[in-house]
């Protein structure tokens, strides 16, 4: 039966893509030369492994808003969900490496977004947790069909650089907020009774009012 390894050796942006993507460079081996993989049906959940760094002042000020006050944070920090991917695998004898596309986002409601915003730079370590289904043949029998085991994970060094650069071309200067359909209308009412032309100036017209009533 296949005894599958993984690694991940490299991440970059998806280029020619219609939504915010990455690229994992994914290296898959079997331990048995003498199986022939026909195809793996794969599948990977992703994990934020938050705990395995140090994070700077400033960004223990941005992440305020997902783990709490700092010194909280040995209660509160834990991992997060990234996001869950999958691929199909061409056939391959001992190894191969595939392209895994991982879907990102600019919506700020979800804590992925949240965290690798409030990171300066540095590292980011990621778990990615395997499972799926193995189509195998041996010294050209019958296909036989294997799970991939549950234990099976790959860690890598994802680099926030790649991210930013990711979010740079996708949104260039600009960030996306999703919001509820009545807060839209109160703001949305708040623009035109003032006269305000474009939705930038009716948000820093708020923000100066408000700094102005703390001042």
């Not at 740079?168 to 600009?174: F, K, L, Q, R």
Request: glycine share 4%.
């Amino acid at each position: 039966m296949p005894d599958l390894n993984f690694l991940i050796e490299g991440a970059e942006v998806a280029k020619f893509s219609a939504t915010p993507q990455i690229v994992f460079k994914l290296r898959l081996s079997n331990r048995n030369p003498l199986e022939t993989i026909q195809s793996v049906a794969l599948r990977g959940q992703i994990q934020l492994e938050v705990t395995r760094r140090r994070y700077k002042p400033e960004d223990q000020e941005k992440l305020r808003d997902l783990f709490g006050e700092p010194d909280r944070w040995s209660q509160t920090l834990r991992n997060l969900l990234w996001t869950h991917v999958s691929v199909n695998v061409p056939a391959f004898h001992a190894e191969t490496v595939v392209e895994v596309f991982v879907p990102c986002t600019f919506d700020f409601n979800v804590g992925a977004t949240k965290y690798f915003f409030g990171l300066s730079d540095g590292d980011v370590h990621v778990c990615v947790m395997f499972s799926g289904t193995v189509f195998y043949s041996q010294d050209g029998g019958h296909m036989q069909v294997a799970p991939i085991s549950w234990d099976k994970e790959a860690h890598f060094h994802f680099p926030v650089k790649v991210w930013r650069d990711m979010m740079d071309t996708y949104y260039p200067a600009s960030a996306w907020i999703c919001l509820r359909r009545d807060l839209f209308e109160r703001l949305y009412d708040y623009k035109v009774r003032n006269g305000i032309p474009t939705w930038e100036k009716a948000l820093e017209s708020m923000l100066e009012a408000e700094e102005a009533i703390r001042s």
